[in-house]
């Protein structure tokens, strides 16, 4: 069924904030940006709410920062895609580089699956906040040791870090404005990829509807006629529906006539 989902199909129009919906709605987060799931720690949850037990959640790690830790959570999705024997190939080393357009096009993905596979429904038997809990006992754990000993030596440069505080107060402020407009200009990337996608994707049907009309058994066919006459039009401002209407319509009388002599 993957290997049917084609780039052209419609689930490569769903929208971004769509998808970021579907995703919080489900496993109860609060993804702004695609980006977001680029660790692949989403997808496998979302694999674990459509076929439970399958993923084995305590090889997911939702911390996951380094392309190195993203990549693990890959190799368990890519495991379960072949348990299920699912034919669809994922492109690690793009998604772990958290390009928008790359993630959004698996999510866009993996929406598509998981419908199909459970009709749109929520699996309202799945906890995924315990699913996460559960799965990440013993990292959360080693984390936690980790998290003591940075705060034992923060705590040790406190005394130190006062001054630097006013300092870093401006810098903080700048910092916050540049993710904002960064936040911004991606958002932005991603609607001009989605529109571009959205034009190919009506120039194909008109292309294909160009070719069946220069068809030799339909070429001069009043319909195809008038179907090519709308499509040729040079002029922009150029309204050629009623030309392409009367083309039609003149040999729809002449039929109409034909027949009404075969008649008498």
């Known amino acids: 069924m993957a290997a049917n989902i084609g780039i052209m199909d419609s689930a490569y129009f769903v929208g971004r904030n769509e998808i970021l919906a579907w995703i919080n ?58 348990k299920l024997k699912i034919g669809k190939h994922i492109e690690v080393n793009k998604l772990v580089k958290g390009r928008p357009l790359d993630n959004l096009e698996l999510l866009q993905w993996l929406k598509r699956y998981c419908d199909s596979v459970n009709r749109g429904m929520m699996n309202e038997n799945y906890n995924p906040v315990e699913r996460r809990t559960k799965g990440g006992e013993k990292r959360n754990v080693k984390g936690s040791q980790k998290n003591s000993k940075s705060l034992q030596t923060n705590n040790s440069f406190n005394s130190e870090g006062t001054r630097g505080n006013k300092i870093s107060g401006g810098e903080t402020k700048s910092s916050l ?61 150029e309204s050629v529906l009623a030309e392409a209407q009367e083309i039609v319509s003149q040999s729809v009388n002449v039929e109409e006539t034909e027949f009404s002599d075969d008649d008498h």
């Open 25 to 82: 709605a489900r496993l109860q987060l609060n993804l702004s940006r695609v980006e977001e799931a680029a660790s692949g720690a989403v997808q496998c949850q979302m694999m674990d709410m459509t076929y439970p037990g399958v993923v084995p959640m305590h090889k997911v790690n939702f911390d996951a920062k380094t392309e190195y830790d993203m990549i693990q959570n890959y190799k368990v999705l890519q495991d379960v895609f072949n």
């Open 177 to 237: 404005e540049i993710q904002a407009l960064t936040k911004e200009i991606t958002d932005l990337k991603v609607s001009v990829d989605i529109l571009e996608k959205e034009r190919d994707f009506y120039f194909a049907k008109l292309r294909d509807i160009e070719i069946l009309c220069q068809a030799p058994q339909l070429e001069n066919v009043p319909m195809a006629m008038g179907v090519k006459k709308i499509l040729y039009a040079a002029d922009e401002k």
